[in-house]
């Protein structure tokens, strides 16, 4: 079988999207030889301090304004929990933004570590999936603990909700202070 970089729309083949009884949702990626499972644990919530009831089958349509996708900022979707949210997210039909350092990666090159399933670039990645789907991710590339580039960010994009899984995998990752 092919790694997922390699990416023609041969490496999916389609998305199978159902809900269980439980408030998450299951996502399934179906591939021609593998099958992939991930149940996104994440709750979209939205910025204000309001807290509109939202349907499970996405943005909500009033039926007195035209259709306008909510926009979704997923902090950390270039990691494991992130990218599967986007994905299931941009199907359902919300404008989504991914937020990432990359640092994980960096952090890697510079270690010599290769992961032990070969995982392709966010770039790579999103091209595969609006080459699959015809929908697009934005990628925003910058550390959130910088104030300037994460109000950047939020005024270019404009999110109605963020979901933030920005976090390092592990201790000795977390503690690395990346301005030293």
């Not at 399934?28 to 939205?46: D, E």
């Not at 902090?75 to 929990?81: E, F, L, P």
């Not at 995982?119 to 550390?143: F, P």
């Amino acid at each position: 079988s092919q790694p997922f970089r390699q990416c023609p729309t041969k490496c999916l083949t389609f998305f199978t999207l159902g809900a269980s009884k439980y408030p998450f949702k299951r996502f399934v990626l179906q591939g021609r030889t593998q099958q992939a499972k991930c149940i996104v644990r994440a709750a979209v919530a939205p910025i204000s301090q309001e807290t509109p009831t939202q349907s499970s089958s996405g943005p909500q349509q009033n039926s007195s304004e035209p259709f306008k996708p909510k926009r979704v900022m997923v902090i950390g979707g270039d990691g494991y929990c992130g990218w599967a949210t986007a994905l299931h997210l941009s199907n359902k039909g919300y404008e989504v933004a991914i937020v990432d350092n990359l640092i994980r990666r960096h952090f890697d090159l510079q270690l010599g570590l290769d992961s032990l399933t070969p995982i392709a670039s966010i770039h790579n990645r999103l091209r595969c999936w609006q080459s699959v789907t015809g929908k697009t991710i934005e990628l925003y590339i910058g550390d959130i603990c910088d104030f300037e580039f994460l109000s950047e960010t939020f005024k270019s994009f404009e999110p109605d909700a963020v979901v933030h899984f920005g976090e390092q995998r592990s201790a000795p990752y977390s503690m690395i202070d990346r301005n030293r």
